[in-house]
Each structure stands twice: as structure tokens, then as C-alpha cells.
């Protein structure tokens, strides 16, 4: 049995290698048509699109990681079936459940690849890609509000005009109320950098402090701000939360929660990001019962089309119950596990089904 394991485990990781790549150079060449318009701007050149396309790369390797295992599982034993190869094996004694259990431990390596990727890789390669632009661009990055980001800290509500690169802050504003939240003082620096240790140094400040009737208005050159806002936490302001690690999703949730804010978005992001390499485990069950079709019931190609529309429904289901989680207000983890039991149920039933044929 271990001879078979190896020889389907060879098949399927040569095969979901092959869809990769194919995969990653169709995504490349459309990455590569939208930074054709911004070649010559600032100092951006083709080299710097060039590798601001690969640092993207792993980012979309992980976006289709289930769809391109089901793709190359779905081919492998296709292939097997259109061979009579699995046909052998079934006359040799290889039942459902050992074909099922066999999907399962080849799967798990590709569950661990997946979990690199989604939590080391593709995260550090993004920043990296729109540090990268931003600067040979000349650029700063902002929020979708005109007025810069907004970040809530204990008493204080920070608004941050523009993040440079290099994490340099531009135009802070500082609004600090008491208790009762009535607004005590207003500051206002031009520039801040981080110094380390939660620490910020704020230059060319102006400092409002409202105290009963009274106001008083002083400027300083320089000061040391002690703040929760860092670097990393400003670097998840700009990134889209499914861009993110788990690690990094988590640590904000908690500061979102500590602050009184609105975390559903992020929570489901975090769950999205725990469940989803597990996934490549559902696609591979799912793609189990295709290799009990005869031949007269489709070709390698049709079953290829059709396992391509499955993962492409599972792809549109799995964006779909993130945004019904955060407006119907449903329990985090709901829509991170919902579409993968869905599909699971799909593939039991689709097993149960060709069994009986």
C-alpha cells in the first residue's frame, strides 16, 4: 500500500505543481498589463514592475491554493482512471475509504505549504510588493478617507495624513479627551518617526490644551509620544485584512476590542485565514469521486472543466459568506467553515453517488 501512496502522492503534487505555474504566469501577465500604465512615473521602471509582479506572486499562490489542488488532484486521477490505472488498483484491493485515507495524508503536506504561505510568505511579500511601488513611485499611502486614517487609543482618536514607505508619519494629529470624554487637548506634528518600544518622535508640534474657559496654545520642536499605534499595526490599516497573517490579524483584533471598535471584519478574516488551507482536503475528497467515473462519462478534459467550475464556485462562496458574516452579523468562524462543509457534504454525496452506480 505504501508503493501506491508514493505513486499517487508523485502524480498529485506533479500534476497541482503544473496547474501552479500555469495558474501564477496567467495571473502574472494580467499583473503585468496593470503596471504597464504607471512604467515612467517617478522612477518606476519595468525592472520594478517586474519584481513588484513576483512578490505578488505568492499572494495569489495562496488566494488559489484550493481551486489548484482540486485542479491537480482532479487531473492526476483522471488520468489514473482514463489509464485503467485506478482500475488496478481497485481490482488489487484499494477500497474508498484506503483511496480516501491515502488523499488524506498526501494532503496534509500540501495543508502545511499552505499554512507557510498564507502565514509567512504571502503576507511579508505583499508589504514588501506595495513598499516597493510606493517608493520608486514616489508616493504616500493613504486610507480610503480624504482625511488620512483614524485610529482609536485608550482616550485618544490619532488621525494620520499620510504614511510614507518608510513608516514616517506626515500631518499627525493628536485629540485627547478625559474620562467623560470631553476634549482636552489637541496636538498637531507635521512629521513622526518611529523610534521603537511603542515610542514615536514627533517634530514641529503644536500643542492646543483646553482647561475649563481657558485655552493655551504652545509649539515645541520635538517631542516623545508614547503610543499603542506602531508600524506593524499601521501596515494592517493599509492592507486588506485577507492579505494578512493570522498572527497580525489577532494581535489588531485585540486592540480593536480593547478600544470599543467594530471587529466582525477582522475576525472573520482571522477564522478565514485558520480553516482555509484545510480546504486543499475537502478539494481532494471532492475530486476523489471522479476517478470512479468510467471514461463514458467524460473525458479527462470534461471532468478538468468540470472540477474547474467547482473551484471556481467555491472561490465566489467563500467571498460571498465573508461579506453576508459581516452584515448579517453572524458568528465569526460561520462563514470561515461554512463553504468547506458545503463542499465536503458535495463530495460525500458524489462519492455515495458513483459507489452506487
Given at each position: ?60 499562490a495562496y488566494e488559489l491554493f484550493p481551486i489548484v489542488v482540486l485542479i491537480g488532484t ?207 482536503l475537502v478539494m481532494m475528497a471532492l475530486a476523489l469521486p471522479f476517478a470512479y467515473l ?42 470561515a467553515v461554512v463553504p468547506s462543509l458545503l463542499f465536503l457534504a458535495l463530495a460525500v ?9
Amino acid at each position: 500500500m505504501r508503493t501506491i501512496d508514493r505513486y499517487l502522492g508523485r502524480e498529485i503534487y506533479k500534476a497541482t505543481a503544473f496547474v501552479f505555474v500555469a495558474f501564477l504566469a496567467l495571473f502574472a501577465f494580467f499583473d503585468l498589463v496593470n503596471e504597464l500604465d504607471d512604467l515612467g512615473k517617478g522612477g518606476y521602471r519595468l525592472q520594478h514592475a517586474f519584481l513588484f509582479i513576483a512578490l505578488l506572486l505568492p499572494g495569489h499562490a495562496y488566494e488559489l491554493f484550493p481551486i489548484v489542488v482540486l485542479i491537480g488532484t482532479l487531473s492526476a486521477l483522471a488520468m489514473l482512471a482514463a489509464n485503467s490505472e485506478f482500475t488496478v488498483m481497485r481490482v488489487a484491493g484499494f477500497s474508498p475509504g484506503q483511496a480516501a485515507s491515502t488523499l488524506g495524508r498526501i494532503g496534509v503536506v500540501l495543508v502545511v505549504i499552505g499554512v507557510l504561505f498564507g502565514e509567512f510568505v504571502a503576507p511579508l511579500a505583499e508589504q514588501a510588493a506595495r513598499r516597493l511601488r510606493l517608493e520608486h513611485l514616489g508616493s504616500a499611502v493613504g486610507s480610503d478617507l480624504r482625511t488620512g486614517i483614524w485610529v482609536k487609543t485608550d482616550t485618544r482618536f490619532v488621525n494620520v495624513g499620510q504614511v510614507l514607505p518608510d513608516s514616517t508619519l506626515k500631518n499627525v494629529r493628536i485629540f485627547e479627551f478625559d474620562d467623560e470624554f470631553r476634549l482636552r487637548s489637541i496636538s498637531h506634528a507635521a512629521e513622526g518617526r518611529y523610534e521603537g518600544q511603542n515610542h514615536w518622535r514627533l517634530s514641529d508640534v503644536t500643542e492646543t490644551e483646553f482647561e475649563n474657559d481657558r485655552t493655551s496654545v504652545r509649539k515645541r520642536d520635538s517631542i516623545s509620544w508614547e503610543s499603542v499605534l506602531t508600524p506593524s499595526m499601521l501596515s494592517v490599516l493599509l492592507v486588506v485584512p485577507e492579505k494578512l497573517s493570522a498572527w497580525g490579524l489577532y494581535q489588531y483584533t485585540q486592540h480593536l476590542a480593547a478600544n470599543k471598535q467594530s471587529t466582525e471584519r477582522y475576525e472573520i478574516a482571522f477564522w478565514k485565514k485558520i480553516f482555509y488551507p484545510f480546504a486543499a482536503l475537502v478539494m481532494m475528497a471532492l475530486a476523489l469521486p471522479f476517478a470512479y467515473l468510467q471514461v463514458r462519462h467524460g473525458g479527462v478534459g470534461v471532468k478538468l472543466f468540470v472540477g474547474l467550475m467547482l473551484g471556481v464556485l467555491f472561490h465566489f462562496l467563500n467571498s460571498l459568506f465573508s461579506h453576508l458574516g459581516v452584515l448579517e452579523r453572524w458568528p465569526p468562524i460561520a462563514p470561515a467553515v461554512v463553504p468547506s462543509l458545503l463542499f465536503l457534504a458535495l463530495a460525500v454525496a458524489m462519492m455515495w453517488w458513483v459507489e452506487r452506480r
